[in-house]
């Protein structure tokens, strides 16, 4: 699995006119390639009446998946540009359909390829970017009597907790980043005196918003 990366929060939406055209851009987050197809479809049914539905994605394991569509536009003037913007703000699992309304004015191979680009920059910071970090939950078992410290202790440290449990003794469910887990393992420890049972049991992301010069502000 990836440690972290960079991705869109999620669905986003934004509207330009240039020269009398209307570039709409639409944004969302896609895990596979079957996604972002489905995505550019559904958008091209609802903007059947548009003059170009264009659109680029990148998604799959380390990225493999890169495709572009000009979608009648002058080869290389949309798709690419779409992509361009996607790749440079470094982002993962991310599809952009640009969908343009002619005005009657042409703008000309560079025209269109600041337009697509600008369309695609406003359209990425609609949807608001993330960075998505690996982390590995630790099940931390240990008396009730240590909970107040062990609780204590990881809020002042900033360490999530996703869980607990009650039996016949209390397991705390804490995120440590994927290739730091000793050095929450090791706090837990000391915390408790070694009276603590610890184990790995899985992991997941944990989202964190940032901002990309270009896109946020």
Same mark, same amino acid.
């Given at each position: 699995?990836?440690?972290?990366y960079?991705?869109? &929060?999620?669905y ?9 055209? $209307?570039?709409?851009a639409?944004?969302? +987050?896609v895990? #596979? ?9 559904k958008? &091209?049914?609802?903007h059947?009446d ?5 659109a ?7 990225? $493999? ?8 536009? *002058?080869?290389?003037t949309?798709? $690419? *540009?779409? @992509? ?15 969908? $343009?309304?002619?005005g009657?004015?042409?703008?000309g191979?560079?025209?269109?390829? &600041? ?5 695609? #920059?406003?359209?990425?910071?609609a949807?608001g970017?993330?960075? +998505?970090? @690996?982390?590995? &939950?630790?099940?931390?078992c240990?008396?009730? #009597? @240590?909970?107040g ?5 990881? +809020? ?28 929450l ?9 070694? +009276?603590v049972?610890l ?11 940032v901002r990309?010069?270009?896109l946020?502000?």
């Amino acid at each position: 699995m990836v440690t972290n990366y960079h991705t869109v &929060r999620g669905y986003g939406q934004a509207e330009l006119e240039i020269n009398k055209s $209307r570039f709409i851009a639409y944004v969302d +987050r896609v895990e #596979t390639e079957e996604a972002a197809l489905a995505f550019i479809e559904k958008i &091209r049914k609802n903007h059947w009446d548009a003059t170009h539905n264009c659109a680029a994605y990148i998604t799959g394991e380390h990225d $493999r998946l890169q495709k572009a569509d000009d979608d009648g536009e *002058p080869s290389g003037t949309a798709g $690419r *540009p779409i @992509l361009e913007v996607i790749k440079k703000s470094a982002l993962s699992t991310t599809v952009v359909v640009i969908t $343009r309304y002619f005005g009657g004015i042409k703008l000309g191979a560079g025209g269109l390829v &600041r337009a697509y680009g600008k369309s695609t #920059t406003a359209g990425l910071a609609a949807a608001g970017i993330v960075e +998505r970090q @690996l982390h590995t &939950r630790i099940a931390a078992c240990f008396d009730y #009597t @240590l909970l107040g410290t062990v609780e204590n202790n990881l +809020r002042n440290q900033q360490v999530q907790i996703v869980d607990k449990l009650f039996t016949d003794q209390v397991t705390v469910i804490a995120l440590a980043p994927t290739g730091q887990e000793n050095i929450l393992e090791t706090k837990l420890t000391d915390w408790t005196s070694g +009276r603590v049972s610890l184990t790995q049991t899985g992991h997941e992301y944990v989202e964190t918003s940032v901002r990309l010069p270009g896109l946020n502000g």
